[in-house]
């Protein structure tokens, strides 16, 4: 499976284990696999989730002995009679897991799992700097919350506010994004700064 960033999902053809009620800890598999004699921890890899389930996932993979890593943020919610604090998924539709590469079939068992990120290769591991850093933010109590993945030179537009709709380059001046409205047949363009929030990539 390749999506349009060029990245390869190593999709399972086997049949899923099966979690009880869907909800409940997935039995563990016995361990066949030569233990490693490795000192330092394996690697983490990024896993695609159905939508909704990173929390299954994540009970599964640790039922499974493998140490997993989902991040959560509290947002507050509207029901019939009050206000209800909730924690979703800080990456939705995405978790990460230490493990051996060699464990791979089996996470890929796991009810819920779409597939392990990674390129034609194989799976490629995420820096543990990358983790560390969502990790320590999340351990600080530091209000966090997902906002759209931006680099510079991509074409945005912006959906929300008096300008939802405006289609446009997106550049990054120090901390700050700008979003660069251009008249092709005059060469001329205009910048104005935009929040990073009220803007969506243009497929």
């Avoid at 999506?3 to 399972?12: M, P, R, Y």
């Avoid at 979690?19 to 690697?43: G, Q």
């Avoid at 939508?51 to 019939?80: F, I, N």
Wanted: hydrophobic share 40%; charged share 25%; glycine share 6%.
């Amino acid at each position: 499976m390749v999506d349009s960033t060029g990245i390869v999902g190593f999709v399972h053809a086997v049949q899923p284990m099966q979690c009880v009620n869907r909800v409940e800890l997935c039995a563990p598999e016995p361990e066949t696999s030569v233990p490693s004699l490795r000192m330092d921890p394996f690697p983490w890899y990024a896993i695609q989730t159905r939508a909704r389930h990173e929390k299954v996932v994540s009970r599964c993979l640790r039922a499974e002995g493998l140490e997993e890593y989902l991040p959560l943020y509290k947002v507050e919610r509207q029901w019939s009679d009050r206000l209800k604090s909730v924690e979703l998924p800080l990456m939705r539709g995405y978790l990460f897991c230490r493990m051996d590469v060699r464990r791979l079939p089996a996470v890929l068992r796991v009810p819920g799992v779409v597939h392990v990120l990674g390129y034609g290769s194989g799976p490629v591991s995420v820096p543990e700097s990358e983790v560390l850093d969502i990790q320590r933010l999340m351990a600080s109590e530091t209000a966090a919350w997902p906002c759209p993945y931006l680099r510079a030179g991509m074409a945005v537009r912006i959906r929300s506010g008096a300008l939802e709709g405006v289609v446009g380059r997106l550049e990054r001046v120090k901390n700050k994004f700008r979003l660069v409205l251009s008249v092709h047949l005059l060469q001329r363009s205009v910048a104005l700064e935009v929040d990073p929030e009220i803007v969506e990539a243009l497929e």
